[in-house]
């Protein structure tokens, strides 16, 4: 009924269609989140493993494949085909035996690199040069902890993320800073359901469960030493520093991308973050931007503003102060977000807004607004705040700014109109 | 050898002397010889009728899971799509892989096993006929429950109700956590009745699964043909074995924690709430402990058809028979024993993970022997490439496509950044679709002409081999890539500028050639089934028992018992030695016994369907519920209660002499 | 072939197991599973938090014990049952089979009275981890007994039926009694793993 040219027919078929999806997805593989172009030891680890395994799969497929192929046509039935039956073998021991040892063979090949890659990527190396003291240029740091690394608790919510810098003593949200170079621990927790930290250019993932820290350990770029032996650098010390400076600007300082990576429920695709890798000082000034966090919009102290909002809040009448009022009184956003600086914007249950202005992207790295130069885009900006605040559930579908606990946004009676977003928006986007 | 096996067909009937039904030990008529069509298919306990109706329904439930997929990857086309919410889309794929699982493949695996176990063995029927039927209509009851979610949806969107009570304030009501419900998401404050709608199928359904397991490990091991001893057993009936008691071990798992996630939902105990102590990763545990065979007992019955089919085209037997034997056993075993390859990112430390990876890789070894044995069967024979054989070639290659991501996974350190990414979406699905789907059409080519006596007509096969495995490898082969370069599965929708756009977007293209490669495959089975032309007892000169009777075999199956000299043992009878023939046993004037039909398990079965639905809308919050649900387990308790007093019954045929 | 003792003896190639027995052995090995997966789940979170309960006040030794006493007399009865069928003597089996309904009953009435106590006290399916874990076992257990208890007073009226006798339903009494075996068994697991346990 059928004959070996349908057989062929379909493996031509299939070839094809190999070859084209491949060059259809193109051969891109630097993209924002690609694991292959990777950017720290721990993800470089994982990358190089990886390849083992497609390298010994990629043998067995030529090998096995090519008997294979070699079977269905030279065994293949002939047009009128009188041959007596084919004789009936029932298999050969040896074979088998041969083959199993092969097999594991090639797996031992696979397992030792394993072995060793789980001790590596589990294990927090020893790095003196990334120990707290040695590195850290802000002030505020407790001397026990200068034998530490950097800590950074990274608590998942449904769907955003808080980043804590308990050594430093600072929050913040979606967007994480870390110094290039420098082995750091994160912690790992949840609040509510299962999520995952995935920034694949540095790191594999590892899940925030609920009920249990997890920690990993993760490092943007390479260590001095490491940057040394891959290079065959040489030079005097100072030479030596320069060049891995400069190895670590050029090459590593960026804006890497991450997200949640277990499925979380409604908007687990929008639970996105990022990560900015930075030099030391300019790690240090974030740092200290953030401790010290915002003044009012006209610069009075605190306690004045809170007094002339209660006595006149009619000389608070520009757009930015007013947008403030609305942010503390009837938007009623301190109750869940936080901004330093402001003695009564405290929330914790929403990402801490210090700095949000400065932040490329905003609802958890959904909202972008980051230029081709690296910078803010205002204009862009200014629409993201707007539409989140206006639309939060259209963005973010089933988030709990719409619906809190029989609070949010769309409890406001009398919803918030056009104008009050547009103020709030243009007093967020001062917060740089 | 001349046969006396292959003669030509005979009509169905045969001289009956009792065809009229007798009354059982309750009183009541037993549905023995019904006139009515209905009537006979519903309480028949003929393993072949019962194959069938498995059959059926799981092909309309792998279009319902294909169509899902269809809107999935509709939505996935293009960035930031909105053509389906995110609540809808995430109860898509939840319901795409439970469907798929639990609605298509395993019943597809059932009608297989159910039509040719007893025929491969040489026996009646199976064990117990009774219960086999009530693993049929309480696998009809858990679909029904399951499916029934989307209904509840319709209604909530309709506006014709909200849910109170329980998950006031949810407006979930098809599943939509995902196939393997990782808690604490499935707990009653994250997710609404969609939950228990999955929770009550899904028990339900692994009811029917043990009782039907259970059946079969009774069959193989004591109805086997005298002459049939375990090693001359076909490759696919070991492998039904296997199966089989992996189930039995394997299921009791996911009913505990299935159990425990109710009770948690429903009677407030806390095994997976955090703030009272619960911890989620027991769920995972106690899932993938299940999950994890549940995928060989998936994918083994697959392998036995592979295994039937190959030698069948090679006019040679099978390469190392008691290897390929021993290899689906300790691929049996050794899925008990790699669980937490699926937990590699929940932080298990250094010393379980490397355990659980080198199992993993273990496991490839047995797998690996098979194809090469696969293999083997080729080589040196006389490859005929018929319709069933094209699917079983593609089969090996397909799966070892799937089998070596499955070998990159296994590097647990590698697995970090594959694991919850499209990499692992195009690794299930090679072997699930390139793997467990062209098997199982294979099987379908290959027995369907046994099946209801007709022959294929015309070269559509060829064509639905092209376009299933075209769109098999357009849709999955750029998936290892979209998951390499960070895109995370269960996403709704995706931003651009990630460079996913163009991946995507071919991955939808090759879904829909992959249903329309489907949708010819259908077209090909109602052709052959509407316009073949008879099928003869043995179109392809096969090897196994089941070739020897007629087609489709007559409803006693033997008409004498035959007694089995040698493996292969059809073939051996063809073209073997004298002493090879299979010789039958003498007719001792009793005639055949055969098992009556009955009333009684597809009344206790039926009672499964408001035990479940009581409770699922008990937590919507409908009044007296409850009630209906005790009504349920009453229905299901009478039911056996009958069952158990009518009395097996039984009648007597006898069959022309001459007629096999 | 129908679901009775009619398998085939002629084979030398069946397992000389009946068929009804062989179905039970698989049952009661997937129940195995099904016990010790619960049984693990609760050691599991006593070994996670032992001090978050302390049930060795609530619990009372003498009692368990002579439940567990019960239920062991039971078994014994039902092996007597077993027997009496074998022999095709149904008044013995009768009277061995009440024997064995009246103990169960005796045993379900004390988990009854002791789960009654434990929720005055305050232990009830909520209370943390250990009550979760505690009912969920024990109470599956507990409907384990009662279907024994109602598959054999079933049993006990049919016997009057005149259709029992030692040919059809030695195996039936049989499978019954494996069974009832196994449910004993598993309390004494349970015993030890949950209650002893405690007292270490």
């Known amino acids: 009924m059928k004959n070996a040219s349908s057989g062929l027919r379909k493996l031509i078929a299939l070839a094809i269609s190999l070859i084209t999806l491949t060059l259809l997805g193109g051969c891109d593989v630097n993209t924002r989140m690609s694991t292959f172009d990777t950017k720290g030891p721990v993800a470089e680890t994982q990358y190089e493993l990886f390849m083992i395994t497609v390298w010994v799969s990629t043998f067995i497929f030529v090998l096995v494949g090519a008997f294979y192929l070699v079977a269905m046509f030279k065994f293949r039935e002939k047009k009128n085909d009188t041959r007596p039956l084919p004789t009936q073998g029932h298999g050969n021991p040896l074979v088998e035996i041969g083959l199993i040892g092969a097999s594991i063979l090639l797996l031992v090949i696979i397992a030792v690199p394993t072995l060793r890659a789980i001790w590596y990527t589990h294990d927090i190396p020893f790095s003196e040069e990334s120990q707290l003291g040695e590195w850290y240029q802000g002030d505020g740091l407790a001397a026990a902890e200068e034998d530490n690394v950097l800590t950074i608790r990274v608590n998942g919510y449904q769907w955003w993320w808080a980043f804590d810098y308990p050594q430093l003593g600072i929050s913040t949200a979606n967007e994480m800073v870390i110094p290039a170079g420098k082995v750091i621990r994160l912690e790992l927790r949840s609040k509510d359901v299962i999520h995952s930290f995935w920034l694949p250019r540095i790191a594999g993932k590892v899940d925030l469960i609920p009920g249990r820290t997890n920690q990993m350990w993760i490092q943007a770029g390479d260590s001095f030493e490491a940057w040394q032996e891959k290079n065959n650098a040489t030079g005097t010390d100072e030479e030596l520093r320069a060049a891995y400076a400069q190895y670590l600007q050029d090459e590593i300082h960026n804006y890497y991308y991450g997200q949640c990576a277990e499925y979380c429920g409604d908007s687990h695709a929008r639970m ?161 | 050898m001349s046969s006396t096996l292959t003669d030509t067909p005979t009509s169905s009937t045969t001289h009956d002397h009792a065809l009229k039904p007798e009354t059982s030990n309750l009183g009541f008529m037993r549905p023995d010889h019904s006139k009515s069509v209905l009537i006979d298919w519903l309480t028949t306990v003929d393993h072949k009728k019962i194959g069938i109706m498995y059959g059926a329904i799981a092909l309309f439930f792998l279009l319902i899971g294909g169509i899902e997929a269809l809107i999935i990857r509709a939505q996935l086309a293009v960035p930031e799509n909105d053509l389906v919410s995110a609540q809808r889309y995430n109860q898509l794929f939840t319901m795409h892989g439970t469907t798929m699982i639990f609605l298509a493949i395993m019943p597809l695996n059932a009608a297989f096993f159910n039509f040719l176990v007893p025929l491969q063995i040489g026996a009646r029927d199976v064990a117990f006929p009774r219960l086999n039927s009530f693993s049929l209509w309480t696998f009809v009851a858990g679909a029904l429950v399951l499916n029934f979610s989307w209904l509840m949806q319709a209604f909530s969107e309709l506006g014709w109700f909200t849910a109170s009570g329980p998950t006031a304030g949810m407006d979930d009501f098809v599943p939509g956590m995902g196939w393997f419900g990782y808690a604490p998401l499935t707990e009653r404050q994250f997710t609404g009745a969609g939950t228990d709608f999955w929770i009550l199928g899904l028990q339900i359904l692994g009811i029917a699964s043990l009782g039907a397991a259970m059946n079969f490990v ?127 990112t929940t932080g298990l430390g250094k010393v379980a993970t490397a355990a659980f990876s080198l199992l993993t890789m273990a496991i490839a070894v047995p797998t690996g022997v098979k194809i090469f044995n696969w293999i083997g069967t080729l080589w040196g024979g006389r490859v005929r490439f018929d319709a069933p054989m094209i699917f079983s070639i593609g089969f090996i290659w397909m799966f070892m ?100 756009d163009g991946y995507n977007m071919v991955c939808s293209i090759g879904a829909f050639i992959l249903a329309f490669g489907v949708l010819l495959f259908v077209i090909d089975i109602i052709l052959c089934m509407t316009k073949g032309k008879p099928a003869g007892n043995d179109p392809w000169d096969a090897r196994t028992l089941e070739w020897a009777t007629t087609s489709p075999p007559q409803h006693y199956n033997f008409g ?101 | ?164 006798d030692a040919h059809q339903s030695a195996v039936d009494v049989e499978i019954a009694g494996l069974y009832w075996h196994f449910v004993d068994i598993v309390w004494i697991i349970i015993f030890t793993a949950i209650y002893l346990i405690e007292f270490i």
């Not at chain 1, 900015?276 to 919009?297: L, M, R």
């Not at chain 1, 206006?390 to 700014?401: A, I, L, S, Y």
């Not at chain 2, 295994?307 to 190392?320: A, H, N, W």
């Not at chain 2, 769109?471 to 390499?484: D, I, S, Y």
């Open chain 2, 218 to 344: 009774a069959t193989i091991l004591n109805m086997r043909a005298p002459g049939m001893k375990m090693m001359r057993l076909p490759v696919f009936t070991w492998m039904t074995l296997v199966v089989s008691l992996l189930i039995i071990f394997a299921f009791p798992a996911i009913t505990i924690a299935l159990g425990q996630l109710m009770f948690d939902r429903m009677f407030d105990t806390n095994f997976f709430q955090v703030a009272e102590g619960g911890q989620p990763i027991l769920w995972q545990h106690l899932f993938w402990i299940f999950g994890h065979p549940e995928v060989y007992i998936l994918v083994l019955p697959a392998m036995g058809i592979v295994s039937e089919v190959l030698p069948t085209f090679s006019k040679k037997p099978l390469f190392g028979y008691p290897i390929v034997v021993f290899s689906g056993a300790v691929i049996g075993f050794l899925g008990f024993a790699v669980w937490s390859h699926h937990m590699f």
């Open chain 2, 560 to 660: 004498r018992t035959p007694i089995i000299p040698a493996r292969d043992a059809l073939w051996e009878h063809k073209h073997g030695p004298e002493n090879r023939n299979i010789n039958f046993e003498a007719d001792d004037g009793h005639g055949i016994h055969m098992p009556s039909q009955s009333w009684m398990p597809v009344l206790a079965s039926f009672g499964f369907a408001p035990l479940g639905l009581g409770l699922c809308l008990m937590q919507v919050g409908i009044p007296y519920m409850g009630y209906v649900a005790i009504a349920g387990l009453f229905t299901i308790a009478l039911g056996i209660i009958l069952w158990a007093v009518e009395g097996p019954g039984g009648y007597h045929l006898h069959p022309e002499e001459d007629k096999i």
């Open chain 3, 1 to 164: 072939m129908s679901d009775d003792a009619h398998n085939n003896d002629d084979g030398h190639h069946s397992l000389m197991v009946n068929n009804k027995k062989l179905l039970m052995w698989l049952f009661l090995g997937s129940d195995c599973m099904f016990f010790g997966t619960m049984i693990s789940t609760h050691l599991i979170y006593r070994k996670l938090y032992p001090e978050s309960y302390d049930p060795t006040s609530l619990f009372s030794l003498e009692l368990t014990s002579f439940s567990t006493f019960i239920l062991l007399m039971s078994s014994f009865l039902m092996a007597l049952a077993v027997s009496a069928m074998h022999k095709g003597d149904i008044k013995s089996f009768r009277r061995n089979t009440i024997g064995v309904i009246f103990f169960g009953l005796i045993f379900l009435g004390c988990q009854v009275y002791e789960f009654t106590e434990f929720v005055h006290a305050g232990l009830t399916l909520s209370s943390g981890t250990f009550g979760s874990t505690f009912y969920m076992l024990t109470g599956t257990h507990g409907v384990h007994v009662a279907i024994g208890v109602f598959w054999l007073i079933c049993m006990y009226f049919y016997s009057f039926t005149g259709k029992m």
């Open chain 2, 401 to 500: 496509m799937g089998g070596f991501s499955g070998i990159m996974h296994s590097a647990a350190p590698a697995d970090a950044q594959q694991q919850d990414s499209y990499f692992v979406i195009a690794h299930f699905h090679y072997v699930a679709i390139g793997g467990i789907l062209l098997a199982s059409i294979s099987g379908i080519y290959f027995w369907l002409p046994k099946i209801v006596g007709k022959m294929w007509t015309g070269n559509l096969s060829t064509w639905v081999a092209i376009f299933t495995t075209v769109g098999l490898n357009v849709t999955f082969f750029p998936m290892h890539f979209l998951g390499l370069i960070g895109m995370p599965r269960r996403t709704h929708t995706y931003l651009s500028g990630f460079g996913w």
């Open chain 1, 272 to 432: 996105l973050f990022r990560s900015t890798v930075v030099g030391d000082d300019e790690f240090a000034d974030w740092v200290s931007d953030i401790k010290q966090g915002h003044t009012t919009p006209n610069g009075m102290s605190w306690d004045d503003w809170y007094s002339t909002l209660n006595d006149s809040p009619e000389t608070l009448s520009d757009d930015i102060n007013q947008g403030l009022n609305l942010f503390m009184t009837r938007g009623k956003c301190a109750t869940c977000h936080a901004v330093n600086g402001n003695p009564r914007a405290l929330g914790v249950a929403g990402p801490n807004l210090t700095k949000v202005a400065s932040r490329l992207s905003m609802a958890a790295g959904w909202l972008n607004h980051r230029a081709e130069d690296g910078s803010v885009d205002e204009a862009q900006q200014y629409e993201n705040f707007f539409k989140w605040i206006k639309e939060t559930d259209v963005v973010k579908p089933g988030n709990r700014m719409w619906k809190a606990n029989g609070g949010g946004i769309g409890e406001l009676d009398e919803l918030l109109t056009d104008d009050e977003i547009r103020k709030i928006s243009l007093y967020l986007q001062t917060l740089k």
